[in-house]
């Protein structure tokens, strides 16, 4: 804030990167500063770690008010992790340096959705159905499948989440 006083100008691309240090280093009140100032929300200038968008962080992480934040500035909802073979046709390589490779192995073609109802970690349901109710007041397609034709339903269910699985069947989901 002293910075923001002082005349300090978040740019796109330095705000989008800051907002992803920011989350993945669990510093939510600076991250709500960025989110309000104007930073990238989806995290293209630069990504985040992972390759994950600063909406799919903060779903995995089942922090509702920063998913609430970065909703209200315009993050897509349905956005998804490329897959190695986008990557490649853009002309990347697996091997490509620049290509999250951790990312595009373990999560590719995932949504915030899905992140909110797989993520492990303590449990807090509360929070994680917070942020399911959130992300599907938004619009998020509840029966999106990940590159291994998973959803957030078949997600919820394997972590025995069974208050997740059964508002997303409310939503509409299917096995």
């Known amino acids: 804030m002293l910075l923001l ?7 796109r691309t330095a705000g989008g990167i800051a907002l992803c240090d920011a989350i993945v280093n669990d510093r ?3 991250a709500l500063v960025l989110i309000d100032k104007g930073a990238d929300v989806e995290g293209k200038e630069g990504g985040c770690y992972r390759g994950l968008t600063p909406l799919m962080h903060v779903a995995a992480d089942r922090d509702p008010e920063l998913v609430r934040a970065l909703l209200a500035k315009g993050a897509a909802v349905n956005a998804r992790i490329p897959e190695v073979k986008w990557m490649v046709a853009e002309g990347g390589t697996a091997e490509d340096p620049a290509v999250p490779k951790e990312a595009l192995r373990r ?3 995932r949504t915030a959705l899905m992140a909110a109802a797989e993520s492990g970690g303590d449990p807090k349901e509360d929070d994680r ?3 399911v109710e959130l992300l599907l007041a938004q619009g998020a397609e509840v029966d999106a499948r990940d590159a291994k034709g998973r959803t957030a339903l078949s997600f919820a269910v394997e972590r025995g989440y069974s208050r997740i ?6 939503a509409g989901a299917t096995p």
């Not at 006083?5 to 740019?11: F, N, P, Y």
């Not at 699985?165 to 409310?170: D, H, N």
């Open 129 to 131: 159905l917070a942020v």
């Open 107 to 109: 999560f590719p073609g």
């Open 165 to 170: 699985a059964e508002r997303l069947r409310q």
């Open 5 to 11: 006083e002082q005349g300090a100008v978040i740019d």
């Open 28 to 30: 939510r009140a600076v």
